[in-house]
């Protein structure tokens, strides 16, 4: 499997990850009073937060991506919805 079919699948769940912790997690811990789901949630969208990061810097070499391109990628990890952009252009170039 080729690093940026990876990157893709990781975009996707990462900003799957994100927005189930945002629309449900978030508003159950203060709505509810339970941090049960942010806990359980958590944890997940962290390590795929980290694998998206680390995915961006190698394919940022390999795959020389200019300095704005590069910053957008890292950019779309912290806005919600950022990451389908992400992976809709990739799989569009590819």
Do not use: C
Not at 23 to 34: S, T
Not at 38 to 60: D, Q
């Amino acid at each position: 499997m080729r690093l940026i079919t990876v990157f893709r699948v990781v975009a996707f769940m990462e900003g799957l990850s994100y927005i189930l912790l945002l629309g449900i997690a978030v508003p159950i811990k203060y709505l509810k009073d339970d941090p049960s789901f942010v806990k359980m949630l958590g944890m997940p969208h962290g390590l795929l937060f980290m694998g998206y990061i680390a995915l961006a810097l190698v394919l940022r070499v390999e795959n020389q991506w200019i300095k704005n391109n590069f910053l957008a990628v890292l950019a779309a990890s912290v806005i919600p919805f950022g990451t389908f952009v992400v992976e809709y252009k990739l799989n569009k170039n590819n």
